[in-house]
T-cell receptor, first 111, second 115 residues
Framework: QKEVEQDPGPLSVPEGAIVSLNCTYS??????FMWYRQYSRKGPELLMY????GNKEDGRFTAQVDKSSKYISLFIRDSQPSDSATYLC???????????FGEGTQLTVNP | DTAVSQTPKYLVTQMGNDKSIKCEQN?????MYWYKQDSKKFLKIMFS???????INETVPNRFSPKSPDKAHLNLHINSLELGDSAVYFC??????????????FGPGTRLLVL
């Protein structure tokens, strides 16, 4: 069983839609939860991270962690064509330990 | 200024050859990583170095040998290349464990194609 499961998509939405991206993980020891965005032919860049459970908002992006169900989500409001990218969730047990990535979800926002 | 740079960007080579990929970061970070991303975009860590010391060594064939001459550089040498080595290799760096624990900065990737 993979430590982090993520639906690879592809996901295609119209501009302005609310996008929901999700991951599940198997090990309750994970405490850090990240979302990376990767544009085509570029390296991943950190979008948001959360420590433990709860929500975190940054502009149009909201990251949500539910440790009881081992479920992490990224919501994008008012999606834009510039949001078209692959979104990777990542988890980590402690500071200094390795990052484990999900497979990534390819998102296309159509104008 | 490029924070994490890799050379070359593209590498096409024959099976059995030996090749190296170089990585440099100018962020002053202590920790550097090599990741492999396959055709399905699955990103998996290979190695991690902290201050030139190997701290993570995943189950990677010993044909792959990382080398860190100083904390700003982490190179990856691959011997006897195989078809399955074709992938995008990313270098990354972070300032761990102090500071923001989770910001890993990735390079642009090296696209390796083994024929």
């Amino acid at each position: 069983q993979k430590e982090v499961e993520q639906d690879p998509g592809p996901l295609s939405v119209p501009e302005g839609a609310i996008v929901s991206l999700n991951c599940t993980y198997s090990n309750s020891a994970f405490q850090y939860f990240m979302w990376y965005r990767q544009y085509s032919r570029k390296g991943p860049e950190l979008l948001m991270y959360t420590y433990s459970s709860g929500n975190k908002e940054d502009g149009r992006f909201t990251a949500q962690v539910d440790k009881s169900s081992k479920y992490i989500s990224l919501f994008i409001r008012d999606s834009q064509p510039s949001d078209s990218a692959t979104y990777l969730c990542a988890v980590k047990k402690t500071s200094g330990s390795r990052l484990t990535f999900g497979e990534g979800t390819q998102l296309t926002v159509n104008p | 200024d490029t924070a994490v740079s890799q050379t070359p960007k593209y590498l096409v080579t024959q099976m059995g050859n030996d090749k190296s990929i170089k990585c440099e970061q100018n962020l002053g970070h202590d920790t550097m990583y090599w990741y492999k991303q396959d055709s399905k975009k699955f990103l998996k860590i290979m190695f991690s170095y902290n201050n030139k010391e190997l701290i993570i060594n995943e189950t990677v064939p010993n044909r792959f040998s990382p080398k860190s001459p100083d904390k700003a550089h982490l190179n990856l040498h691959i011997n006897s290349l195989e078809l399955g080595d074709s992938a995008v290799y990313f270098c990354a760096s972070s300032q761990e464990p102090a500071g923001d624990p989770e910001t890993q900065y990735f390079g642009p990737g090296t696209r390796l194609l083994v024929l």
